[in-house]
Nanobody, 110 residues
Framework: QVQVVESGGGLVQPGGSLRLSCEFTGSLSSNYVMAWYRQTPGKQREFVARRIKGTPSYADSVEGRFTISTDNTKKTLYLQMNSLKPEDTAVYYC?????WGQGTQVTVSS
């Protein structure tokens, strides 16, 4: 069974960068969806980025600024976030093989 543990959130100034990590245990089929979502208080969890069979896709709001990647040797999913904006502030969740991470807070503020 897959288990996931997230890390890498924090406070960053507008225009800055952060990298989120999601380490998973267990084995995964290449058909598994690996994704990142985010949620702010009072709103539904929203899609940020996903990889299916190695093909990435992004929400329009993060296209060109965020990059989703994996390191299969380290069994880790990453989200590189550049040019961060205050509206990127949220709790970010990874989603791997039907399992949600615990969430990590990202705050973009000066």
């Amino acid at each position: 069974q897959v288990q996931v543990v997230e890390s890498g959130g924090g406070l960053v100034q507008p225009g800055g960068s952060l990298r989120l990590s999601c380490e998973f245990t267990g084995s995964l089929s290449s058909n598994y969806v690996m994704a990142w979502y985010r949620q702010t208080p009072g709103k539904q969890r929203e899609f940020v980025a996903r990889r299916i069979k190695g093909t990435p896709s992004y929400a329009d709001s993060v296209e060109g600024r965020f990059t989703i990647s994996t390191d299969n040797t380290k069994k880790t999913l990453y989200l590189q976030m550049n040019s961060l904006k205050p509206e990127d502030t949220a709790v970010y969740y990874c989603y791997i093989g039907g399992i949600w991470g615990q969430g990590t807070q990202v705050t973009v503020s000066s």
